[in-house]
């Protein structure tokens, strides 16, 4: 509760709309646009006062939701590649999202509550896309979706990425109802940076900055993640800079040629569900490894960086475990499989 303690906000409704339509400011002095993020800290507030238990509380729920939003989603996205055991393999995949030790983050840290607000609405936003190629009303909560996720974090302009991966999946990205729902996303996005850059350091402005001051404790002292302005604090969980050097570097690269050769294979044997959950990973986890990379003053690597990038980790496992348990006398291979790669 350090980081709502110490920042200078005071977490009133009335300051809410100033969170969402900032005003222009001559001297940038935040690194994120969050407002969805404080919105939810306003309300915790009212709740419960300065709680920790009503802030946990929030999170716990609303990791919750996320995880049934994704149960959700892989139900129709499975449906939609014509998966025969859509129902075991999303269970599955939701079962082990929930499970996921690298959650612990997101979900116990109250500012982590970023990654998960993101997600669940992520998630949300990938139904209702999958949806609107039945009947397009449902691109209206696609798009609200989407602009709440990005409201929340911005890893969310990977969104209409992933989209288009499963429109070239399913074989669908040139019809003309896609292109009007890409540009529809593409509108959303100019809006949201567009917003974002009256008041807040842009991502060109981030990279030219550093950490302003030592280390203390053995930790770096960083903004806080989702409470602009806050008072910098000391946290030893952080790591400020990635691993570098020419061995990273190839090591990086080498580990992409198994994900695309896994997705060249998934798809050359019609396993269209497999195909991507792969390409799901690079794709959701690209804004962190960008952030990995440049000077950005936060933390470069962070277990909650994982909290979206790992669905996709899940669905594979899902469908391999569904796939081998299929027939009888398979379960027990089946379950000593997830054993294993857990």
């Known amino acids: 509760m350090e980081t709502i303690e110490q920042s200078y906000y005071n977490y009133s409704a009335s300051s809410i709309g100033g969170m969402f339509i900032p005003s222009v400011k001559e001297s940038k002095d935040t690194l994120y ?14 709740l419960s006062g300065i709680n920790p238990f009503g802030f946990h509380l929030t999170n716990v729920v609303v990791n919750a939701l996320s995880t049934v939003s994704l149960y959700w989603f892989l139900l129709i996205l499975l449906g939609a590649f014509g998966f025969a055991e859509k129902y075991g393999a999303a269970f599955t995949a939701g079962l082990l999202f929930a499970l996921y030790p690298m959650h612990v983050e997101s979900v116990s840290w109250v500012s982590g509550r970023t990654d998960v607000l993101c997600g669940l609405f992520f998630f949300l936003a990938l139904t209702f896309h999958i949806l609107s190629s039945r009947n397009t009303a449902w691109l209206a909560p696609a798009a609200a979706a989407f602009m709440l996720s990005l409201l929340s974090k911005e890893t969310a302009v990977m969104f209409p990425f992933v989209a288009m991966a499963f429109d070239l999946i399913n074989r669908t990205p040139g019809r003309r109802e896609n292109l009007f729902k890409y540009a529809v996303y593409a509108c959303l996005l100019i809006l949201y940076f567009y917003i974002r850059g009256r008041a807040y350091i842009s991502l060109p402005e981030m990279s030219s900055l550093r950490v302003a001051a030592g280390s203390a404790a053995g930790g770096e002292l960083i903004p806080q993640a989702g409470i ?17 050097g020419p061995a990273h570097l190839i090591l990086a690269i080498f580990t992409l040629v198994p994900l695309l050769l896994g997705v060249i294979y998934s798809l050359k044997e019609r396993y269209p569900a497999c195909a991507f959950a792969v390409l799901w990973i690079p794709l959701t986890l690209m804004p962190s490894v960008l952030i990995a990379l440049t000077d950005i003053p936060s933390a470069a690597v962070a277990e909650r960086y994982l909290y979206i990038p790992s669905a996709g980790l899940c669905l594979l496992l899902a469908c391999i475990f569904t796939r081998l348990s299929y027939g009888r006398g398979r379960v027990w291979l089946a379950l000593a499989f997830l054993l294993a790669v857990s």
């Open 228 to 244: 602009p302005g806050a008072v910098k604090y000391t946290f030893n969980s952080f790591t400020a800079k990635a691993p570098g």
């Open 33 to 46: 646009y969050r407002p969805l993020i404080y919105t939810s800290m306003v309300l915790d507030k009212a």
